[in-house]
């Protein structure tokens, strides 16, 4: 399934067939699997336009990151070529990583250096002069509101600061394609409206952004196109409005609970496709059919659940995922 109408679908075809400019990143035929548990990427292709945000959805384990290292050069592919800017990454790696910022799951730092210095030796390495670099730092130290605490050292930093602290090293040297991978999480609200506002000015700018992440809304809001990787391979693909609408017949079922309650017995619910736990809440991913609202409120009920909230809600991409692979997007938590 590739959707390819809706707003954001426009302005991603606007954007490729000016002046029929090239695409910024475009992988084909990816494979890496690991031998050691046979996951990774497998006939991966896909490509990303100046400009462009590209999102790319899929659990923990169906290649997501792996695919984000092999387009940063991390890791060589089994088989499968990409090109940046129409650089060979195979066989031009060094020009490839000048041209790419990549943020990092789990991003590594120097924990007995400063921040700054982590975010200077990594600028002035992408070959960043010295007043330039500076300069560009602290821009974004005072746009990531870390400014405050650029001469502490990083082994003193929460978890979201070392985000902001990688999202900074990705954006000082000026790239024309940043590969991010889940850079919201762990960031505070103001964090991350302030990291969404820089994607999209950036994406005006003409940057091209590959975006792997589950947050949901982020990748609604921010993306003009994205992929569900299942497996290691891209089960559907297109813009969010049309993935959505490419599913029939789906109920969202929110349940927000005063009390944790064994909910395998309403999952058996004839209709319900998914329970997916969040902290108190269980979300429903049901087939919109008459009396299901009703049923999972008497499943609950039945079960022991007091009852704080309840909603019904429009499907997502998340329910897109779950009705097309018949599994959770994310892990419970």
Excluded at 110 to 118: H, K, Q, R, S, V
Excluded at 173 to 199: C, N
Aim: net charge negative; hydrophobic share 40%; aromatic share 6%.
């Amino acid at each position: 399934m590739r959707p390819t109408t809706g707003p954001h679908c426009e302005r991603y075809n606007s954007r490729a067939m000016k002046n029929n400019t090239p695409p910024a990143l475009e992988a084909k035929n990816i494979r890496r699997l690991y031998k050691s548990s046979g996951r990774g990427v497998s006939d991966v292709s896909l490509s990303v336009a100046p400009g462009e945000v590209f999102g790319l959805m899929g659990p923990n384990g169906s290649g997501k990151s792996t695919l984000l290292r092999v387009l940063s050069t991390a890791i060589a592919p089994d088989s499968g070529t990409f090109h940046v800017g129409g650089i060979d990454g195979l066989n031009e790696k060094r020009k490839v990583r000048g041209r790419m910022g990549l943020m990092a799951d789990r991003p590594t730092h120097y924990g007995d250096l400063t921040g700054w210095a982590n975010a200077y030796f990594f600028a002035r390495a992408y070959g960043m002069e010295e007043a330039k670099a500076e300069g560009a730092l602290t821009e974004l130290f005072d746009y990531f509101d870390l400014a405050e605490y650029a001469d502490d050292k990083v082994k003193t930093y929460s978890y979201g600061m070392g985000k902001k602290l990688a999202l900074i090293e990705a954006l000082a040297h000026g790239p024309g394609v940043l590969l991010l991978d889940e850079p919201s999480l762990g960031l505070d609200y103001t964090s991350q409206l302030a990291y969404q506002r820089r994607i999209r000015t950036l994406a005006e700018e003409g940057v091209a952004v590959l975006l792997a992440s589950n947050q949901v809304d982020e990748v609604e809001s921010l993306c003009d196109r994205a992929a569900f990787l299942h497996r290691g391979r891209i089960a559907a693909e297109g813009t969010p409005e049309a993935l959505i609408s490419s599913v029939q017949g789906v109920r969202r079922i929110v349940a927000a609970l005063r009390n944790p309650v064994e909910y395998g017995p309403v999952a058996e619910i004839g209709g319900v496709q998914r329970v997916v736990p969040e902290g108190r809440n269980l979300i429903f991913h049901c087939d919109e059919r008459p009396g299901i609202v009703a049923d999972v409120v008497a499943g609950i009920v039945g079960a022991g659940g007091d009852i704080v909230n309840l909603s019904v809600e429009r499907p997502n991409l998340e329910d897109v995922f779950v009705k097309l692979t018949g599994e959770a997007l994310r892990d419970e938590v």
